[in-house]
Protein backbone atom coordinates (compact mmCIF):
# COMPACT_ATOMS: atom_id res chain seq x y z
CA UNK A 1 0.00 0.00 0.00
CA UNK A 2 1.19 3.25 -1.01
CA UNK A 3 0.58 6.69 -0.06
CA UNK A 4 -2.11 7.99 2.71
CA UNK A 5 -6.01 7.14 2.50
CA UNK A 6 -8.23 9.32 4.34
CA UNK A 7 -11.89 9.34 4.75
CA UNK A 8 -14.68 11.95 4.53
CA UNK A 9 -16.73 10.50 7.80
CA UNK A 10 -17.26 12.82 10.92
CA UNK A 11 -15.29 11.47 13.54
CA UNK A 12 -17.68 9.91 16.22
CA UNK A 13 -16.35 9.03 19.96
CA UNK A 14 -19.60 9.22 22.19
CA UNK A 15 -18.28 6.79 24.75
CA UNK A 16 -15.27 8.88 25.37
CA UNK A 17 -17.32 11.97 25.19
CA UNK A 18 -19.83 10.73 28.06
CA UNK A 19 -17.15 9.58 30.17
CA UNK A 20 -16.11 13.18 30.30
CA UNK A 21 -19.81 14.23 30.78
CA UNK A 22 -20.42 15.44 27.47
CA UNK A 23 -23.45 14.65 25.73
CA UNK A 24 -23.35 12.33 22.80
CA UNK A 25 -24.98 13.84 20.30
CA UNK A 26 -24.09 17.17 21.07
CA UNK A 27 -20.11 15.94 20.70
CA UNK A 28 -20.90 14.67 17.47
CA UNK A 29 -22.48 17.77 16.16
CA UNK A 30 -19.13 19.85 17.48
CA UNK A 31 -16.30 17.65 17.66
CA UNK A 32 -15.01 18.35 13.95
CA UNK A 33 -15.15 22.37 14.68
CA UNK A 34 -13.03 21.56 18.01
CA UNK A 35 -10.15 19.66 16.58
CA UNK A 36 -6.36 21.12 16.21
CA UNK A 37 -3.84 19.60 14.01
CA UNK A 38 -0.23 19.63 15.63
CA UNK A 39 2.87 18.92 14.88
CA UNK A 40 5.07 17.15 17.86
CA UNK A 41 8.78 18.58 17.51
CA UNK A 42 11.18 15.83 18.82
CA UNK A 43 14.22 15.83 17.30
CA UNK A 44 17.21 18.23 16.09
CA UNK A 45 16.35 17.50 12.55
CA UNK A 46 12.89 18.86 13.20
CA UNK A 47 14.26 22.00 14.62
CA UNK A 48 16.70 22.87 11.45
CA UNK A 49 13.41 22.44 9.73
CA UNK A 50 11.50 24.14 11.85
CA UNK A 51 10.39 27.10 9.17
CA UNK A 52 9.18 24.59 6.93
CA UNK A 53 7.18 22.44 9.42
CA UNK A 54 5.46 25.14 10.81
CA UNK A 55 3.94 26.74 7.78
CA UNK A 56 2.82 23.90 6.77
CA UNK A 57 -1.08 24.49 5.40
CA UNK A 58 -3.49 22.82 8.24
CA UNK A 59 -1.20 22.77 11.07
CA UNK A 60 -2.65 24.91 13.98
CA UNK A 61 0.83 25.23 16.00
CA UNK A 62 3.55 22.48 16.48
CA UNK A 63 4.06 21.09 20.68
CA UNK A 64 7.65 19.96 21.57
CA UNK A 65 8.01 16.99 22.90
CA UNK A 66 10.78 17.79 25.30
CA UNK A 67 12.15 14.02 26.08
CA UNK A 68 12.81 12.86 22.32
CA UNK A 69 13.61 16.45 21.74
CA UNK A 70 16.14 16.58 24.58
CA UNK A 71 17.87 13.16 23.46
CA UNK A 72 18.46 13.95 19.89
CA UNK A 73 19.78 17.45 21.00
CA UNK A 74 22.81 15.29 23.35
CA UNK A 75 21.32 16.66 26.29
CA UNK A 76 19.06 14.55 27.88
CA UNK A 77 16.48 15.70 30.44
CA UNK A 78 18.69 18.71 30.92
CA UNK A 79 15.87 21.02 30.19
CA UNK A 80 18.19 23.82 31.52
CA UNK A 81 20.63 23.17 28.20
CA UNK A 82 21.97 25.68 26.45
CA UNK A 83 20.94 23.90 23.39
CA UNK A 84 17.25 22.83 24.64
CA UNK A 85 16.94 26.32 25.44
CA UNK A 86 17.75 27.14 22.36
CA UNK A 87 16.05 24.79 20.30
CA UNK A 88 12.50 25.50 22.47
CA UNK A 89 13.34 29.66 21.33
CA UNK A 90 13.89 28.39 17.62
CA UNK A 91 10.02 26.84 18.00
CA UNK A 92 8.60 29.96 19.61
CA UNK A 93 10.07 32.42 17.04
CA UNK A 94 8.81 30.42 14.06
CA UNK A 95 5.52 29.87 15.50
CA UNK A 96 5.26 33.52 16.27
CA UNK A 97 6.55 34.75 12.41
CA UNK A 98 3.80 32.08 11.13
CA UNK A 99 0.74 32.82 13.57
CA UNK A 100 0.85 29.37 15.00
CA UNK A 101 0.43 28.06 18.13
CA UNK A 102 3.31 27.27 20.40
CA UNK A 103 2.92 23.73 22.53
CA UNK A 104 5.65 22.63 25.18
CA UNK A 105 5.30 19.14 26.79
CA UNK A 106 5.42 20.70 30.96
CA UNK A 107 7.97 19.26 33.56
CA UNK A 108 6.10 20.53 36.46
CA UNK A 109 3.24 22.67 37.40
CA UNK A 110 5.90 26.08 37.65
CA UNK A 111 7.24 25.01 34.30
CA UNK A 112 3.63 25.38 32.71
CA UNK A 113 3.36 28.72 34.02
CA UNK A 114 6.42 29.52 32.92
CA UNK A 115 5.29 28.17 29.49
CA UNK A 116 2.47 30.50 29.49
CA UNK A 117 4.11 33.54 30.61
CA UNK A 118 6.18 33.27 27.10
CA UNK A 119 2.57 32.71 25.28
CA UNK A 120 2.93 29.04 24.87
CA UNK A 121 -0.76 27.93 24.54
CA UNK A 122 -0.93 24.29 23.76
CA UNK A 123 0.47 23.15 27.20
CA UNK A 124 0.71 19.03 28.00
CA UNK A 125 0.30 19.41 31.61
CA UNK A 126 1.37 15.75 33.01
CA UNK A 127 -0.33 12.75 31.99
CA UNK A 128 -3.06 10.32 32.90
CA UNK A 129 -0.49 7.96 34.53
CA UNK A 130 0.82 10.91 36.70
CA UNK A 131 -2.78 11.98 38.11
CA UNK A 132 -3.44 8.59 38.82
CA UNK A 133 -0.07 7.69 40.34
CA UNK A 134 -0.54 11.17 42.75
CA UNK A 135 -4.06 10.54 43.67
CA UNK A 136 -3.02 6.89 44.50
CA UNK A 137 -0.27 8.45 46.65
CA UNK A 138 -2.96 10.75 48.68
CA UNK A 139 -5.03 8.49 48.75
CA UNK A 140 -2.93 5.80 50.42
CA UNK A 141 -1.42 8.27 52.57
CA UNK A 142 -4.83 9.56 53.67
CA UNK A 143 -5.39 5.71 54.38
CA UNK A 144 -2.49 4.75 56.63
CA UNK A 145 -2.88 8.08 58.79
CA UNK A 146 -6.67 6.50 60.00
CA UNK A 147 -5.54 3.17 60.69
Known sequence: MTGVQTCALPIYGPRRAGVYGYDA????????????ITGIIESAQAIENIEEIVKVDGFDGVTIGPMD????????????????????DA?????RRH???MGHGC???AHAKECVAL??????VAGDD????????R???ELSATG
Not at 26 to 31: K, R, T
Not at 91 to 95: L, M, S, T, Y
Not at 130 to 137: G, M, N, P, Q, T
Open 99 to 101: GKA
Open 130 to 137: AFLASEAR
Open 139 to 141: YLK
Open 91 to 95: VRQAC
Open 107 to 109: QSL
Open 119 to 124: GDTLLL
Open 69 to 88: LSISLGCFKQFEHPRYLAAV
Open 25 to 36: DQYFQEANDAMI
